[in-house]
């Protein structure tokens, strides 16, 4: 099965979409959840999941160590290869302190920021690119990337080994150019992309698909405003995704049609 990175801009509902998405996937097929945004804290509870006890950057030795060789990579012209990973690997070769399971569904973090001037988050960048890379999934299990605000993980080559983008734009002007600059970016990079409207009612709705359309970007699907998931998020319970789930299938037919199986 594929993998699949979400993005949007801050607060459009990547990480909820990420917790209904893995939840439904997680009905048929295994799900590895990687947490690539490094600010955010709050995809382990929504995913009903303890977050790991390491952060994948901690399994490999710490961002200073991952810096370093950046750094010595830099310095040599780029003739020294950064290489964070061996060999490929499969998801049940990843430790079991970097990975928490919750049945089907596994969350593993690319790493935090932790303290006060500790630097760029470009360590975290270059090892999500690797990790994803070298990551090989089975045709029964599905791998989805959770990021940061905007568009910096484009920058950064972290989609290069996944394969297709999913958008998530919710009712802004902002969105909708974030979503023409991701279009783009994603074309740039040979990879998929849908967009998936979010938090929106029938005027909202309407009025994106407009805007949108006028970029020629087309939509894959949408979820409409859930006071459910609101107040979920509001009090801090783990979400669930049972009055979208429909809808969630038919998002995950479009991605990959053989995906979704009988029953
Ligand atoms: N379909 C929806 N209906 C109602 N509220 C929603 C919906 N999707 C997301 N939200 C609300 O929007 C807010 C932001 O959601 P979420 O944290 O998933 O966004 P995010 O894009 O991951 O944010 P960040 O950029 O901070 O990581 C939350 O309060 C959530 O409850």
């Known amino acids: 099965m594929p993998k699949v990175l979400v993005c949007g801009r801050g607060g459009s509902g990547k990480s909820t979409f990420v917790t209904m998405l893995a939840q439904t996937l997680g009905e048929q097929d295994k799900v590895l959840?990687?947490?690539?945004?490094?600010?955010?804290?709050?995809?382990?509870?929504?995913?009903?999941?303890?977050?790991?006890?390491?952060?994948?950057?901690?399994?490999?030795?710490?961002?200073?160590?991952?810096?370093?060789?950046?750094?010595?990579?830099?310095?040599?012209?780029?003739?020294?290869?950064?290489?964070?990973?061996?060999?490929?690997?499969?998801?049940?070769?990843?430790?079991?302190?970097?990975?928490?399971?919750?049945?089907?569904?596994?969350?593993?973090?690319?790493?935090?920021?932790?303290?006060?001037?500790?630097?760029?988050?470009c360590p975290m960048g270059a090892l999500a690119r690797e990790f994803l890379n070298k990551l090989k999934e089975s045709d029964e299990e599905?791998?989805?990337?959770?990021?940061?605000?905007?568009?910096?993980?484009?920058?950064?080559g972290v989609l290069e080994g996944v394969d297709a983008v999913l958008m998530i734009v919710d009712p802004s002007y902002e969105a909708v150019l974030l979503a023409?600059?991701?279009?783009?970016?994603?074309?740039?990079?040979?990879?998929?992309?849908?967009?998936?409207?979010?938090?929106?009612?029938?005027?909202?709705?309407?009025?994106?698909?407009?805007?949108?359309?006028a970029k020629k970007i087309e939509i894959a699907e949408v979820l409409p405003y859930s006071t459910d998931i609101s107040e979920a998020n509001l009090v801090g319970e783990p979400l669930t995704a049972e009055s979208l789930k429909q809808t969630l299938k038919e998002i995950i037919t479009k991605i990959i049609p053989s995906s979704v199986k009988a029953g």
């Open 33 to 121: 959840v990687v947490d690539a945004d490094e600010s955010n804290l709050g995809l382990g509870r929504m995913l009903g999941i303890q977050p790991p006890a390491q952060t994948l950057m901690d399994d490999i030795g710490g961002k200073k160590a991952v810096g370093s060789k950046l750094m010595a990579s830099l310095r040599s012209g780029g003739t020294e290869e950064v290489k964070m990973f061996a060999g490929t690997f499969s998801i049940g070769e990843l430790s079991t302190e970097s990975v928490s399971w919750n049945g089907s569904v596994g969350l593993a973090q690319i790493g935090k920021v932790e303290h006060t001037n500790e630097g760029c988050a």
């Open 142 to 156: 599905w791998v989805i990337v959770d990021t940061e605000a905007g568009v910096e993980h484009f920058g950064r």
């Open 180 to 213: 023409e600059k991701a279009a783009k970016l994603a074309d740039e990079a040979g990879k998929a992309f849908s967009v998936i409207l979010n938090k929106v009612d029938e005027e909202t709705k309407s009025r994106l698909k407009e805007m949108l359309e």
